[in-house]
């Protein structure tokens, strides 16, 4: 069911417990009200709540490439909205459309302050497992709302985040109630105060599955709201509070390539050719999430020449990740005509929050804190089980002549090898263009004219979707 809402315009598909007690006190037929801890509970398991971001964002980056004209053509098929990321118009979204990483990230925050509001007063069950479903909600919520703030605002900065307008904080189940655009400030207070709560309830083990909340999630997106702040103490605190609690790495030198292609799909096999576990499965995962098209742009988008040229042939993110050619036969070779490999990874891999980021964090907060050995420490434990055995060297501070920037890009070219196509591109991008000397210029060249995306661009945020702008005149648009 869709509803308009008046302030918001969510999709819905529940109505607000809060909201039927107080306007109607009667349980409306054939709409789903939860009264009993159980009926909360589940409400963590939909499948709505296990998606997460758009994959759309990933367009606007220095990572993505879409090759036109025919056969090969990645462009013209992706929809209007996708090309106008890829040329950097923040207006990608007409009142006509549904921008899904706002309708489903509200649609998301609705069903997590449900359950949060709610909750303590259900039926049934103990108080300690009222306050471990709550605190899962808690970190749901951080997570959506540290996402959004991201795309349609500036990155923060603590000269200006109490003044910038960032998104509207929901925090309660009330489809009527009205919201105003919080600062930014006011956004990372709420996802950093969630966070703090949920530490203290949540499970050592997920319950049921990776898609369910526990501890080491919190901390997890703890350490990157304070890397995203620039709070590197912070965050290398709360990465090592992670990691003490769950630091699995999967060597990918024990996964192989097991059919030629996603096409034709073979039943019970992996979409994306390969036997990487799903992220739901996927012993990396601390809190796993899809994207909508579970494969983001798996099959969409080939990566730019730059991020090719941060690959090597013995690297196996390159080998099962990316392919030289699309399948079905005949195959239309990438690397042949464009020099790069077409992004095929289809494991329905975890977007969420995953044991390689918080080692990156880490090592990059070491970097910065000039702990230059720690930081090679970690890129070479994740190296190890990312590049095959008789390539992979150890590095050492003399291997960048003891100079802490040269580390630092070093750990930086890492994260990028490791996140592409995951979401969190653009925003270390916003973040680093902070520092002139990470500042860069992205180029996108298509239908005959080349697009420029200067650093700190208005253009690196996307518009307010209008559906909701338009019954809310008073929000402050993007420039």
Same mark, same amino acid.
Not at 26 to 45: C, S
Not at 125 to 138: D, M, Y
């Given at each position: 069911m869709i509803m308009k809402i008046k302030y918001l315009y969510i999709a819905l598909v529940l109505f607000s417990?809060?909201?039927?007690?107080? *306007?109607?006190?009667?349980?409306?037929?054939?709409?789903?009200?939860?009264? $009993?801890? !159980?009926? &909360? !509970?589940?409400?963590?398991? *939909?499948?709505?709540?296990?998606?997460?971001?758009?994959?759309?964002?990933?367009?606007? $980056?220095?990572?993505?490439?879409?090759p036109e004209g025919e056969p090969g053509n990645l462009y013209t098929k992706q929809r209007l909205s996708n090309r106008k990321i890829y040329q950097f118009d923040k207006n990608a979204f007409g009142e006509g459309d549904n921008d899904v990483l706002w309708?489903?990230? &509200?649609?998301?925050?609705?069903? *997590?302050?449900?359950?949060?509001?709610?909750?303590?007063?259900?039926?049934?069950?103990? !108080?300690?497992?009222?306050?471990?479903?709550?605190?899962?909600?808690?970190?749901?919520?951080?997570?959506?709302?540290?996402?959004?703030?991201?795309?349609?605002?500036?990155?923060?900065?603590?000269?200006?985040?109490?003044?910038?307008?960032?998104?509207?904080?929901?925090?309660?189940?009330?489809?009527?109630?009205?919201?105003?655009?919080?600062?930014?400030?006011?956004?990372?207070?709420?996802?950093?105060?969630?966070?703090?709560?949920?530490?203290?309830?949540?499970?050592?083990?997920?319950?049921?599955n990776r898609f369910r909340g526990r501890k080491a999630g919190a901390y997890a997106l703890l350490s990157r709201v304070y890397l995203f702040m620039g709070e590197y103490g912070k965050a290398l605190e709360?990465?090592?509070?992670?990691?003490?609690?769950?630091?699995?790495?999967?060597?990918m030198n024990n996964y192989k390539v097991i059919i030629p292609g996603p096409f034709p799909f073979v039943p019970g096999t992996p979409v994306g050719w390969t036997d990487v576990p799903r992220g739901i499965d996927h012993p990396e995962a601390i809190v796993a999430r899809t994207f909508l098209r579970p494969f983001g742009l798996g099959q969409d988008v080939c990566a730019s020449a730059e991020l090719t040229a941060l690959f090597g042939n013995d690297d196996q993110r390159w080998t099962l990740y990316y392919a030289n050619g699309w399948p079905p036969a005949p195959p239309f070779n990438y690397m042949t005509r464009y020099g790069v490999k077409i992004f095929l990874r289809g494991d329905f891999f975890n977007n969420a929050l995953n044991t390689p980021e918080v080692y990156l964090t880490r090592a990059e907060c070491r970097a910065r804190t000039n702990n230059l050995q720690g930081a090679l420490d970690d890129v070479n434990l994740l190296r190890k089980n990312r590049i095959v055995p008789a390539a992979y060297k150890v590095f050492t501070t003399a291997d960048f002549d003891n100079d802490a920037e040269k580390v630092l890009r070093f750990v930086l070219e890492e994260r990028r090898r490791e996140l592409a196509f995951t979401g969190l591109r653009l925003m270390d991008l916003k973040r680093l263009n902070k520092e002139t000397r990470f500042a860069k210029t992205i180029k996108h060249t298509a239908e005959g004219r080349e697009y420029i995306l200067p650093p700190n661009s208005p253009n690196y945020l996307r518009q307010i979707w209008p559906a909701a702008s338009v019954m809310n005149p008073d929000w402050q648009l993007n420039p």
């Open positions: 417990l809060v909201g039927c007690k107080k *306007f109607l006190d009667i349980v409306p037929k054939d709409k789903f009200i939860p009264t $009993t801890v !159980e009926d &909360y !509970e589940n409400m963590l398991n *939909f499948a709505t709540v296990t998606t997460y971001g758009d994959y759309y964002e990933d367009l606007i $980056t220095d990572d993505a490439f879409l309708s489903e990230g &509200y649609k998301r925050l609705f069903y *997590f302050n449900t359950v949060i509001n709610n909750i303590m007063e259900a039926q049934g069950g103990s !108080e300690a497992n009222k306050r471990s479903i709550r605190a899962e909600a808690l970190l749901g919520r951080a997570l959506e709302h540290l996402l959004l703030v991201n795309v349609y605002a500036q990155h923060y900065d603590q000269a200006t985040a109490a003044t910038e307008p960032g998104i509207p904080l929901v925090l309660e189940a009330d489809i009527s109630a009205k919201h105003r655009r919080n600062t930014i400030k006011e956004v990372y207070d709420q996802v950093i105060a969630d966070l703090t709560s949920a530490t203290n309830d949540l499970p050592l083990n997920a319950k049921l709360k990465a090592n509070e992670t990691l003490g609690l769950y630091s699995t790495l999967a060597n």
